[in-house]
């Protein structure tokens, strides 16, 4: 099965710098990477997602992208602010699977500022 | 437009014990999702329903069973509760159809197992 594997497990950035984090995954026909951002005591909340046939995707300071060769994808923040401090777990999607996601293990993101 | 919605919010069982969680999804939505996220970690695929079908199921034993009802809400039950099933349970749902792939969770159930 899937296995997806998300580094680092926690991040400290200083407010208005950058944050990248990076997920690979194992099964080769994930075709559905989405991002979630979740805030202590609620819900994971989408944030961006990108599918198997595109490379890059952005929507405001947020991008992500993906290396389909080298099955993984990246979360990349711009402009940091302390509201962005949460936990971010990226997810992957087969594409034998109605809607299973499996998870990664989050990163822990603290912007100081 | 309501979001995912779940009940109880918090459920403080005894091991041993039987516990059902409900979970009503996005209007239209027809497919809903069960998760289980152990504190510090990332949520657990346990099962997948679409038109009252299941479509999927994790790795969790038997204890764990899921249905769905003819107006998409849906129930994840799980008996003979163990310490280890403590845990935040997020139902998600979409649309289910074409080649929409976007989930939305629920705010989940915390259930404590003493």
């Known amino acids: 099965g899937e296995n997806v594997e998300q580094h680092p497990s926690t991040l400290s950035v200083q407010e208005g710098d950058s944050a990248v984090i990076k997920c690979t995954y194992s099964?080769?026909?994930?075709?559905?990477f989405p991002w979630y951002k979740q805030e202590l005591g609620k819900r994971p909340q989408l944030i961006i997602d990108i599918r198997s046939n595109v490379g890059e995707k952005k929507d405001q300071r947020i991008a992500v992208t993906l290396n389909k060769t080298a099955k993984h994808f990246s979360l990349h923040i711009t402009e940091t602010q302390p509201e962005d401090s949460a936990v971010y777990f990226c997810?992957?999607?087969?594409?034998?699977?109605?809607?299973?996601?499996?998870f990664g293990a989050g990163t822990q993101v603290v912007v100081t500022p | 437009d309501a979001g995912v919605t779940q009940s109880p919010t918090h459920l403080i069982k005894t091991r041993g014990q039987h516990v059902t969680l409900r979970c009503s999804p996005i209007?239209?939505?027809?497919?809903v999702s069960w998760y289980q996220q152990v504190l510090g970690q990332g949520p657990q695929f346990i099962f997948q329903y679409y038109e009252k079908e299941e479509r999927g199921r994790g790795n969790f034993p038997d204890r764990f069973s899921a249905r769905q009802f003819p107006n998409y809400s849906s129930e994840l039950n799980v008996n003979a509760l163990l310490l280890g099933d403590s845990a935040l349970y997020l139902c998600?749902?979409?649309?289910?159809?074409?080649?929409?792939?976007?989930?939305?969770f629920g705010p989940g159930t915390r259930l404590t197992v003493t």
């Open positions: 209007s239209g939505h027809k497919s």
């Open positions: 997810a992957a999607k087969t594409t034998d699977s109605w809607g299973k996601l499996q």
């Open positions: 099964d080769s026909a994930s075709n559905y």
């Open positions: 998600a749902s979409r649309t289910g159809t074409g080649i929409s792939y976007e989930q939305y």
